[in-house]
């Protein structure tokens, strides 16, 4: 049974931070890019950031929007990729998912096999 878990979304402050987790069973993480997916309301969900199967060399994608102000890493070990978020603005708002992606530099969900249930966050003064 696959499983993706967000966590640790909720409200921040414009220019706050917030790093959400997604914790991974039922497949091997190391074998399996990862992406960030998220979705406001009224708008199609987007890909932020995704990242390939390495743990001390993965490759990077990311959304031009958050360029410079997210990180995704993971820990295969402990079965985690996180998204570390700064200088948050308020179109940052949105559901974030996790999810399996086919490949990371195709950060879309067209490419996606299986989604985390969903975190909220929201920007907001």
């Known amino acids: 049974q696959v499983q993706l878990v967000e966590s640790g979304g909720g409200l921040v402050q414009p220019g706050g931070s917030l790093r959400l987790s997604c914790a991974t069973s039922?497949?091997?993480?190391?074998?399996?890019?990862i992406g960030w997916f998220r979705q406001a309301p009224g708008k199609e969900r987007e890909g932020v950031s995704c990242?390939?199967?390495?743990?001390?060399?993965?490759?990077?994608y990311y959304v031009d929007s958050v360029k410079g102000r997210f990180t995704i890493s993971r820990d295969n070990a402990k079965r985690t990729v996180s998204l570390q978020m700064n200088s948050l603005k308020p179109e940052d708002t949105g559901v974030y998912y996790c999810?399996?992606?086919?490949?990371?530099?195709?950060?879309?969900?067209?490419?996606?096999?299986?989604w985390g249930r969903g975190t909220q966050v929201t920007v907001s003064s």
């Open positions: 990242i390939s199967s390495s743990s001390s060399d993965g490759s990077t």
């Open positions: 999810a399996t992606v086919r490949s990371y530099n195709y950060c879309s969900s067209s490419w996606v096999d299986y």
């Open positions: 039922g497949f091997t993480l190391g074998h399996y890019a």
